[in-house]
């Protein structure tokens, strides 16, 4: 089994920055991805950034000159940096490992509003 804990969603301003945090503890397999889904009220979930065990990186178009995904081992954690927020990126953001077997957290409300 791998546990994954989000923190750091909340309340910004639109054109402000947030930074999402995800702790990941188990049964990590040598090789992982793990990735940063977004899910708007009434639209289906939709990867926003993810990161492999060996450093690469993949984004969703529209978020690929503003957010920055990271991680750190030791211990494991992914991170996103996500700057010039807009309104329509308000959603349930959720952490995600994918290996053999497929784990989620439990999600961090992000909101985009003035």
């Known amino acids: 089994q791998v546990q994954l804990v989000e923190s750091g969603g909340g309340l910004v301003q639109p054109g402000g920055f947030l930074q999402l945090s995800c702790i990941v503890s188990?049964?990590?397999?040598?090789?992982?991805?793990l990735g940063w889904f977004r899910q708007a009220p009434g639209k289906q979930r939709e990867l926003v950034a993810d990161?492999?065990?060996?450093?690469?990186?993949s984004y969703m178009d529209s978020v690929k000159d503003r957010f920055t995904i990271a991680r750190n081992t030791h211990p494991n954690t992914v991170s996103v940096h996500m700057t010039d927020l807009k309104p329509e990126y308000t959603s349930v953001y959720y952490c995600n490992y994918r290996a053999s077997t497929n784990y989620w957290g439990q999600g961090t409300r992000v909101t985009v509003s003035s």
């Open positions: 990161i492999s065990n060996s450093g690469i990186t």
């Open positions: 188990g049964n990590i397999e040598r090789r992982y991805i």
